[in-house]
């Protein structure tokens, strides 16, 4: 049986994109890629305390299951799929016990091949992972190829540098025509990043508006 670095492992709403509202258990994975890559998410990053690879715990994915008992658990960091060994054997044991898993990456790593066929995955799926959200980062928002056609979000925060971003949306959303696309201000970036996200969404209806009500409403 794997083993993952764990930072924590907490219960709370989800904060931001197409789930908002929604309980689910939050597993954050140690370990993250954007500080070796450039990726200029560093400087607004909320969770700098994932970013070594041996932060939290060493938990073995009985152990990680045991702390799960909400329908959904979101596979989140740090950048989970440094752990993808242990994530995969993770969605696994998720899915016998019929545990929903979302994951949260920055897209920079190839997805994990998917199980032909498992206990509990839902009919259709294209991936292991029950809903995915690939949140590219700044300067080059790259996305590996191998997300083609598996992403069912896109998570885009618009910072400072709102141009940039906004064309950044434009591009990924082009690329990646079945996701959703999330348009997330980043928080405390001030009125500008707010305006920019409000008319890049008000300018494609079908995209959204994500906030994050965890810290607007002040809950974890
Ligand atoms: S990829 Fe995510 S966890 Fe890593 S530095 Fe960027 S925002 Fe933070």
Known sequence: MATLRVVEIFDSLQ????????????VRLAGCNAPALGLECVRWCDTPDSWEPGAGEEMDVDAIMRCVHLPRLCLTGGEPLLQVDGVVEVVEKAHRQGTRV??????????????????????????????VVVSPKPPAYFVDPGWQGLVDELKVVIDERVDVAAAAAERLAAAHPGALVSIQPEYGAGRTSVDRAV????????????????KLLGVR
Not at 20 to 26: E, L, S, Y
Not at 111 to 128: D, I, M, Q, W, Y
């Open 15 to 26: 904060g931001e994109g197409y789930w908002t509202g929604v309980a689910m258990t939050f």
């Open 102 to 131: 979302h994951l949260e990456t920055n897209g920079t790593l190839e997805p994990p091949t998917p199980p032909v066929s498992g206990p509990g995955r839902l009919e259709g799926a294209r991936t292991s992972f029950d809903w």
């Open 199 to 214: 008319a890049l969404v008000m300018s494609h209806p079908e995209w959204r508006l994500s906030l994050q009500i965890h």
